[in-house]
């Protein structure tokens, strides 16, 4: 199975911002970032396909941008604005599929 590896998190303060890497063999692949807060379930931030149509949680819409190089075999996730509710592990996986995910990168939101 195909796995992939994130990149670009850390501590930041509330309204700055922080750009998500990831990489792997995705460049035929619709692609989705997710989240897991401590104590609570994974939950879908956004998603790009193959030719670039994205989509967004409600709760990160206006804040977030995905966008993806497929020369670079690379999923990004710019994120600004953030506030502490955002602090999570971050995830990208092949959009829809649960299983064989990465280690994820910690982002933290705090001042």
């Known amino acids: 199975q195909v796995q992939f590896v994130e990149s670009g998190g850390g501590l930041v303060q509330p309204g700055g911002s922080l750009r998500l890497s990831c990489t792997g063999s995705?460049?035929?692949?619709?692609m989705g970032w997710y989240r897991q807060a401590p104590g609570k379930q994974r939950e879908f931030v956004a998603s790009?396909?193959?030719?670039?149509?994205?989509n967004y949680a409600d709760s990160v819409k206006g804040r977030f941008t995905i966008s993806r190089d497929n020369a670079k075999n690379t999923v990004y996730l710019q994120m600004n604005s953030l506030k502490p509710d955002d602090t999570a592990v971050y995830y990208c996986?092949?959009?829809?599929?649960?299983?064989?995910w990465g280690q994820g990168t910690q982002v933290t939101v705090s001042s």
């Open positions: 996986n092949v959009y829809g599929r649960d299983s064989d």
């Open positions: 995705l460049r035929f692949y619709a």
């Open positions: 790009i396909t193959s030719g670039g149509n994205t």
